[in-house]
């Protein structure tokens, strides 16, 4: 949700950096050194911070999925 990128602990990349939409994105919890997921970004990360609400990154796969389980491919 786009208030969890834009809160306190979230963070977005500058104007100057903007992802668009359609992006591969990793997705890290606040005090974790490694991505807890990976998604694909539903607006532009400017979009993200003007509307605010709703989905900004659709989740691909996070921790502890079966993708993430799996013991060889």
Same mark, same amino acid.
């Given at each position: ?16 950096e903007a992802l668009p939409?359609? $992006? ?34 659709? $989740? ?11 013991? $060889?491919?």
């Open positions: 949700m786009c208030p969890g990128l834009t809160s306190a602990g979230g963070w977005l990349p500058p104007a100057e939409a359609g $992006t591969v994105v990793a997705v890290h919890a606040e005090g974790k050194e490694h991505a807890v997921g990976i998604g694909i970004t539903k607006l532009d990360t400017e979009e993200m911070k003007r509307i605010n609400k709703n989905v900004g990154v659709e $989740t691909i796969a996070c921790l502890g999925d079966d993708l993430w389980s799996l013991k $060889t491919l």
